[in-house]
């Protein structure tokens, strides 16, 4: 036994005595299998060290990448880039008065995931800005409750006391910054022309859209900081906006308001449907008046949209008499007639299917070019037109200006309608002459008129006096007829007003020219013309032999006569006598 247990502890020394020695030649630098096992285990430990650093790298790598994210999500709720509005330029009229001008606003705004009680918040806003409306409060309450949103509208275009009063209610992330709304002074004189810009101060119609781009300027933006209620509490960086240009009209805003005011007048006297009226002087194409009626009241497009458009320059119709000037005129300059010539007329003209009659029942007369003038033949229009036929027609149409845009740049114009020769039916050549189976503007027809009372020559019609520092540059006129011929047909237009049909045009101590016109207007299903409907108009200037003024009044659908002598004659002499007492126009 004692042997045995003598053995135990002699192999346990043994293993105790290896371990001893191996630690011993350890620390003498050797090794189990020498020099190499120690290298080897140092270069373990190295490369389990470097893993180890890897790691650790790794994770701040991780925890700095998480922490920027963290900085900027930060930032991103705390900073936020709001746009300066640029100061809209102005519209004037010629003589400097505001069409349209920018009115200093606040934008009212909330940041929704701040707000602890939506339902509340709406309710102590609407009331602060004094907004009432059911929709109103349907669509801020919508905004309002969307959590996941960091900017809501509340209002825009407010008052500053209103703004400030929506504010005091201290509401988490409610704040305000200022803004530009669109005012126009004169109440919606002249709407249609100026037109109207939106809610993002955006020119939308007429000359706000037109010149948009240099009314509107250049926004400018701001960055700010803002505290964890969302208040701004400083501005980081900013550029600033560059203010619009103003742009200034030929209209006269006096002159645009009486001639509203007469067709106002005019359609409740007559029950018609709506009337246009163009004043121009003819001498350089400047409009001094473009009214159209019923208004849109205060600039507010889109509550009734047939009144939105300015259908002196958008819409066409068929002129009736007053296209006869261009009959006549072309005639004499071609020298297919003379002022003198004499037509025996019959009561009746019938060509294929088609019946001329005269507007009143007459007998057999023997009338020269100037009585057919005078007294607005149909027979001796249709007379005159078929002895010069279809390219002389067409020829004079096209000098007039008739089938193509007038060149005024005004959104939406209308060229017309004026048949190719290709397209000329049986009975093309019985229309035409009268004013019928072609389409004009009154823009149009009141351009044409004014280069026979600028002794023949066009100018260019056009609403544009100066844009920011650029003065209009009036293109040069181009002769349409001779002026010797400009001065025989003004001779004609005035015994038209004198003894003719447009004898309530005139006006004590001047010589008017001019001349109606009763155009059937065309049923919508091109089966024919109305028996009911009509558009009555006149078209006149003054004084006769050296015009300083360009008169058209069109009166859609009156009830009370289809006439234009009787309804826009009386209209367009009340237009022509205030204008040549405020032009200071000498009898």
Request: glycine share 10%; net charge positive; no cysteine.
């Amino acid at each position: 036994m004692a042997t045995a247990r003598t053995g135990r502890r002699r192999a346990a020394g043994g293993r105790d005595g290896g371990l001893r020695g191996l630690t011993a030649r350890f620390a003498r630098g050797g090794g189990v299998g020498g020099g190499s096992g120690v290298d080897g285990r140092i270069r373990l430990l190295r490369l389990v060290f470097i893993v180890f650093l890897v790691l650790v790298g790794g994770k701040a790598v991780a925890l700095a990448s998480s922490s920027a994210n963290l900085t900027r999500i930060a930032l991103a709720q705390q900073t936020a880039t709001v746009a300066l509005p640029a100061h809209r330029g102005a519209i004037l009229d010629r003589n400097g008065q505001e069409l349209a001008v920018g009115k200093p606003t606040q934008t009212v705004y909330a940041t929704p995931y701040l707000l602890t009680d939506p339902r509340a918040a709406t309710r102590e806003l609407m009331a602060a800005l004094h907004m009432h409306k059911k929709r109103t409060r349907l669509d801020l309450l919508a905004r309002l409750s969307d959590r996941k949103s960091g900017f809501a509208y509340v209002a825009r275009g407010v008052d500053a006391s209103l703004a400030r009063a929506a504010l005091a209610i201290k509401l988490p992330g409610v704040g305000a910054y200022p803004a530009e709304s669109r005012s126009y002074p004169m109440n919606g004189s002249a709407a249609q022309v100026i037109g109207f810009a939106g809610v993002e101060n955006v020119g939308l119609a007429g000359v706000e859209l037109q010149y948009d781009k240099l009314l509107g300027g250049k926004s400018g933006s701001e960055v700010v900081a803002r505290d964890q209620a969302g208040q701004v509490i400083r501005t980081m960086s900013q550029t600033q906006p560059t203010a619009g240009q103003d742009v200034r009209l030929t209209l006269d805003e006096d002159i645009q308001f009486q001639a509203e005011d007469v067709l106002k007048h005019t359609l409740s006297s007559t029950y018609a449907k709506r009337a246009v009226a163009v004043v121009m002087d003819p001498r350089n194409g400047d409009i001094l008046a473009m009214v159209n009626v019923p208004e849109v009241k205060k600039n507010l497009f889109g509550v009734h949209p047939a009144n939105d458009r300015d259908r002196a320059i958008t819409d066409s119709y068929e002129p009736g008499s007053i296209f006869k000037l261009v009959t006549i005129s072309g005639a004499l300059a071609d020298g297919t007639v003379t002022a003198r010539k004499h037509f025996t007329l019959a009561p009746t003209l019938t060509l294929y299917d088609r019946t001329i009659h005269e507007a009143e029942t007459r007998g057999v007369v023997s009338y020269d070019v100037e009585d057919i003038l005078v007294h607005s033949s149909n027979v001796g229009a249709v007379t005159i037109g078929m002895k010069m036929g279809r390219a002389a027609l067409i020829k004079w149409a096209k000098a007039y200006g008739f089938g193509r845009d007038t060149g005024i740049a005004f959104p939406g114009e209308s060229p017309g309608y004026l048949p190719a020769a290709a397209k000329w039916s049986g009975t093309t050549i019985a229309n035409l002459p009268m004013g019928q189976g072609i389409a004009v503007t009154p823009l149009q027809i009141a351009a044409a008129f004014a280069a026979v009372a600028n002794d023949g020559v066009y100018e260019q019609p056009h609403l544009l006096l100066q844009a920011g520092t650029q003065l209009y540059q009036e293109p040069p006129g181009r002769r349409v007829i001779p002026a010797a011929i400009a001065a025989e047909v003004r001779s004609m237009l005035a015994a038209a007003v004198d003894h003719g049909t447009g004898m309530k045009a005139r006006i004590p101590g001047y010589v008017v020219a001019g001349k109606t016109g009763t155009a059937e207007k065309p049923l919508p299903d091109g089966s024919g013309y109305s028996k009911t409907d009509y558009v009555a108009s006149f078209i006149g200037m003054v004084p006769a032999a050296h015009p300083r003024l360009v008169v058209l009044v069109a009166v859609d659908s009156p009830r009370t006569s289809i006439y234009g002598g009787d309804v826009a004659a009386p209209a367009a002499q009340k237009i022509m006598s205030f204008a040549l007492r405020h032009l200071e126009i000498a009898p």
